[in-house]
């Protein structure tokens, strides 16, 4: 996926985006606004997607990690202490569909 980029910064990250027959955009995420991180894995048709939810914005960031950085950001997350590391072991072996998300959502 050569159209979505994952720059890995000292304080965050920067996306650039370029999607054929859309409008390019740019965001820069800091680590210090996310609230929380979610993984939904993917199978061999689909990529695994990570949700970046940041402070002040309504909706969360859809991120795949078939973009370029993205194993780089799945490392970088887990070293910020935004998603737990034995978390993202389960969610490397997780049946197509799973979601997991750091800090867990508690059921009501």
């Known amino acids: 996926m050569d159209w979505y980029t994952i720059e890995i910064l000292d304080d965050g990250i920067r996306l650039d985006v ?24 993917g199978d061999f048709l689909m990529s695994d997607t990570i949700y970046i939810f940041v402070r002040g914005r309504e909706h969360s960031y859809a991120i795949p990690t078939e973009g370029e950085g993205g194993p780089e950001l799945w490392g970088a997350l887990v070293k910020a202490g935004l998603f737990d590391g034995r978390l993202a072991i389960e969610a490397a072996t997780a ?5 997991l998300c750091w800090p867990e959502i508690e059921s009501a």
């Open 18 to 41: 370029r999607p054929p027959d859309r409008d390019a955009w740019e965001e820069r995420i800091f680590f210090k606004d996310v609230e929380r991180v979610c993984y939904e894995a």
């Open 95 to 99: 049946e197509a569909g799973t979601i």
